[in-house]
Nanobody
């Protein structure tokens, strides 16, 4: 059983920064693809950042250059550093672990960007 626990969300002013963390239980973290997704009210869940087991990353254009995903395999943790935050980044952010055709989700952490 894999459990993912996100933390680090909160209220931040436009232009500010936040760092999200996602701690994973279990022994499959090292070989898994990890991703961050977000879902705003009334909108579909969308990919924010993804990192392979080898450390390759990918971002949509909406966050590229502002967000950075990283992983610490020794701590079974994936991070999302978010800089230059905008009001449109406001959403519930979810951590995802993908391995062997299985997908696991955390419960989400709220990020609100507002003055």
């Amino acid at each position: 059983q894999v459990q993912l626990v996100e933390s680090g969300g909160g209220l931040v002013q436009p232009g500010g920064s936040l760092r999200l963390s996602c701690a994973a239980s279990g022994s499959i973290f090292r070989g898994s693809v990890m991703g961050w997704y977000r879902q705003a009210p009334g909108k579909q869940r969308e990919l924010v950042a993804i990192i392979s087991s080898g450390g390759n990353t990918n971002y949509p254009s909406s966050v590229k250059g502002r967000f950075t995903i990283s992983r610490d395999n020794a701590k079974n943790t994936v991070y999302l550093q978010m800089n230059s935050l905008k009001p449109e980044d406001t959403a519930l952010y979810f951590c995802n672990l993908g391995t062997g055709g299985q997908n696991y989700w955390g419960q989400g952490t709220q990020v609100t960007v507002s003055s």
